[in-house]
């Protein structure tokens, strides 16, 4: 059998070692490509000597480079600068790539900066809301002149399309993230009183929010627990809340785990209450083992996958009371909370990697 291979691609990566959504969806792109035979090659801008954050396909050649992780300071990165674009530049160029495929804004900004008077055709991808996610003025006019220069931008929902100037409006597409499951689903029969949280202890995320709802909740059901997965900046703040409101036994900060799916699988429901989410990688990962998600409706990720009514609850963003009672509900009505499950398994079909890359499929076409 003779196998026709496709185009070759290029895939430029901060690092690859972390364990985050952009890492997950680089990978899985990556390897989807490389099972529709597309030569991928994966190129990390920073070598930590740490394995992958996740399993690579053996077909995808990977380069690990240290081009940014020798910079501490910034005077040191801006000295570096020209030297650093140049070596991005050979990197990419000695492959003679169809597509430079490259993620988030900074470094969207760098690869442009780094292939200017060349005619490879780039594709930019913004993962996260470009018109929330905040980034500095500099950055901002570095944005907007260099995005002129790629052949597409790809973003995760329809909503930040709109975000783009008219000028460059026309290069952009909507094309969301591939989600995979490593085959669990919830037993129906176990039986827990459990609601699970899951992500960063950021601002952004507000889990302050989340606690003053609870705070609702126990009041009628003192016997349910929240249990909130991650670490970050705001555990100390958020430990104060939780003594304050004397929610010391319901809502538990649980640190991080290396694998979220056991945790999922022990919680009947997911609450999310950020203040906004580029695409929700894990309301997926919760409706992908069979269970609902009670989220905020901020911009612009959770109204994209969540389908109200139907697995899951879209809330107002900042209405802790109605979050509460979309909490209650689910605890009230477990025939809802099931049959919301159930339909919450479709994920795996509207984001499976064979529909995700038959759309990168059609972009690389072009």
Not at 103 to 123: A, D, P, Q
Not at 221 to 243: A, H, R, S, T, V
Not at 263 to 284: D, K, M, P, T
């Amino acid at each position: 059998m003779i196998i026709v291979r496709k185009r070759r691609i290029v895939i430029v990566a901060y690092a690859l070692h972390l364990v985050g959504g952009t890492e997950r969806s680089i990978i899985n792109l990556a390897n989807g490509l490389a099972d529709e035979n597309y030569e991928v090659i994966l190129i990390s801008l920073v070598n930590s000597g740490e394995s992958t954050s996740f399993a690579l396909h053996q077909n995808i050649n990977l380069i690990r480079l240290n081009i940014l992780g020798k910079f501490v300071s910034t005077f040191g990165r801006i000295l570096a600068l020209p030297g650093v674009l140049l070596s991005i530049r050979h990197n990419i160029l000695k492959h003679k790539s169809d597509r430079v495929i490259c993620f988030g804004e900074k470094m969207n900004i760098l690869i442009v900066l780094s292939l200017l008077f060349n005619k490879t055709r780039l594709i930019l991808s913004e993962n996260y809301p470009p018109g929330i996610h905040y980034i500095n003025p500099l950055w901002r006019l570095l944005r907007s002149l260099t995005y002129r220069k790629a052949w597409n931008i790809t973003v995760l929902t329809p909503d930040d399309i709109d975000y783009f100037h008219k000028g460059v409006r026309n290069k952009v597409i909507s094309i969301p993230n591939i989600i995979n499951n490593p085959g669990r689903r919830k037993d129906l029969n176990f039986k827990s009183k459990v609601v699970i949280a899951i992500g960063r202890l950021d601002v952004v995320k507000r889990y302050d929010l989340l606690i003053n709802a609870f705070s609702i909740v126990g009041k009628k059901y003192p016997d349910w627990k929240l249990e909130i997965w991650g670490e970050g900046p705001m555990k100390n703040e958020l430990n104060e809340q939780i003594k304050k409101l004397d929610l010391e036994s319901s809502v538990l900060l649980k640190g991080v785990t290396k694998d979220i799916y056991p945790e999922l699988l022990r919680a009947n429901f997911l609450v999310l209450s950020s203040q906004y989410e580029s695409f929700g990688y894990v309301i997926c990962e919760a409706m992908s083992v069979g269970i609902p998600v009670v989220s905020f409706d901020c911009p612009s990720g959770p109204r994209h996958i969540i389908r109200h009514n139907v697995d899951g609850l879209l809330i107002p963003f900042g209405d802790t009371e109605e979050l509460a009672n979309g909490i209650i509900k689910l605890i009230e009505e477990e025939g809802l909370r099931i049959e919301m499950g159930n339909k919450a398994l479709d994920v795996l079909n509207r984001f499976s990697t064979k529909s995700i890359i038959s759309e990168w499929s059609k972009l690389l076409s072009d």
